[in-house]
């Protein structure tokens, strides 16, 4: 058992506080809020196993006694709490949960001896401030930013069916992959309203998507060789039923994370000479939408 | 007084019945089914101020009695009465109301000696078989594919500060600049289904539009001198509550007319060797809601 601190109790902070108690560890969330804190005081997170859940708000949060700090904030989150995150003792291994990788910028910044990336493939729906709903279940893969992955051992013993971790060497690649996944899939169905699955059956949808891809492969050569047009269809077709972190963040009148996808891929791209059209109107149409939608 | 047979009781087919009659033509209207007919024939057109009104079925029209032929039907029902079409007596003067420009190559197979194709910017919404709202006032503007001008004297006396008609002399300018509008406007307000004001309000929309904008100058470069971006902008702001004839037909589970609107301008950038991504990827977005919303 180890002292895992999460911060941010969104849909994928309260999923991990409770797969990763269900694994013996003790877990200790920090909320923004000390209202969140005592709701999750009170009840729990929903159905978890393990009675070792505790929340308090971050600005009360003393860190030296965790063994890992997961950082599990929305990418446009992150910056309002990086001064919190430079006070935690350098030895105190740190994984970042977010999607995008805008986030990379900051962790330079970062003392830290151990930093990790992850990408989350999980499905996971917050239904209120202590209860998560596990949508679909699919990989946790983590990388070193910097440090040593021994680090990372008791968390990976938690690798189940229900809960797959994978521990991968390249984290540009890994990071990058999850990217080109993101941007196939997000914006399409959030713009479009429709669930994973339409992508892949629709048949023009499916054309769409083929151009968006041809875009892609031109802004990411190398990692597109790990993630085939026929993966992104599979992955479609394995989650048809799942809307998209990007759709959910719609419907809820909630900001996206289209700049931390799109922005990066953006200024790849312009720094190989490639004009990404597509991806530029996929942007400025969440962007568009958000404002309409007063999400802004 | 001439008498004007309309081939079409649409929106426009309605309004330029309406209108037409108030200046004192004769009008027949010439539907595709007998109810539809008799229902007109019951009612006339709503809000008529003549009774000059009659309809018919086109299986069962004359058309030796017209002075002119009004061709009021969709883009895509062109196809199925061509055949009608071509019956009629060639010494008569057709006039075709389509938008896009793929009806161009049916003209030139037909023998009649007066031909005009047009351009309408009312706004104008059918309410039932024998009813239309006129919402927006706009330019009718005319101009000969074949034939001589004076054909149309009497329909262009019609003019009126709420039915203003007028002449051009180049037809391929006058169809193209319509169809950068149509371009410009139609597929992004059905895409986000947002009246026309928003797509000049909303930063973002604004900021796609320039790039559709720049997308459509490579492929019309002479014509986008007659439609400059400010034209645009004004005409979204001028009919800001308006909603574009192929929004209305996404939210009526209707076909919309967007091949003939995307598929010209697709293959004038094909034969100037333009990657129009964006008129693509508006193209299938555009199918592939009609294929959600089963209007296929």
């Known amino acids: 058992m180890i002292n895992i601190h999460i911060i941010g109790a969104g849909s994928i902070g309260l999923l991990f506080a409770h797969r990763l108690s269900k694994?013996?560890?003790s877990i200790q969330i920090i909320t923004r809020s000390e209202k969140q804190s005592e709701e999750l005081n009170r009840h729990g997170v929903v159905n978890q196993s393990a009675q070792k859940i505790t929340a308090g708000p971050l600005e009360h949060t003393q860190f030296h006694q965790a063994d890992a700090v997961?950082?599990?904030v929305k990418q446009y989150h992150l910056e309002a709490i990086m001064p919190a995150i430079s006070d935690i003792p350098a030895s105190i291994p740190l994984i970042f949960l977010q999607n995008g990788m805008s986030h990379l910028e900051h962790l330079s910044s970062l003392t830290h001896e151990h930093i990790f990336v992850s990408t989350v493939e999980h499905g996971a729906k917050k239904l209120n401030a202590y209860s998560v709903q596990h949508n679909g279940v699919g990989w946790w893969r983590l990388a070193a930013y910097r440090g040593e992955d021994e680090?990372?051992?008791s968390i990976l013993a938690c690798h189940?069916?229900?809960?797959?971790?994978e521990y991968e060497s390249d984290y540009l690649k890994l990071l990058r992959v999850?990217?080109?996944?993101?941007l196939m899939i997000n914006p399409l169905t959030a713009i479009f309203q429709v669930k994973n699955g339409v992508l892949a059956d629709n048949p023009y949808f499916n054309k769409m998507m083929i151009s968006l891809y041809e875009e892609l492969s031109a802004v990411f050569p190398e990692e597109i060789g790990y993630c085939s047009f026929q993966d992104i269809l599979d992955l479609c077709r394995r989650t048809a039923e799942n809307e998209s972190s990007m759709l959910s963040d719609i419907k809820a009148g909630r900001k996206t994370e289209v700049e931390s996808l799109t922005g990066y891929a953006i200024k790849i791209a312009e720094e190989k000479n490639v004009m990404p059209v597509l991806l530029i109107f996929l942007e400025k149409s969440i962007l568009a939408i958000q404002i309409e939608r007063g999400s802004d």
């Open 178 to 182: 999850k990217l080109i996944k993101n």
């Open 151 to 153: 680090k990372l051992q």
């Open 160 to 165: 189940h069916k229900d809960f797959p971790i």
């Open 23 to 25: 694994c013996g560890h």
């Open 70 to 72: 997961l950082i599990a």
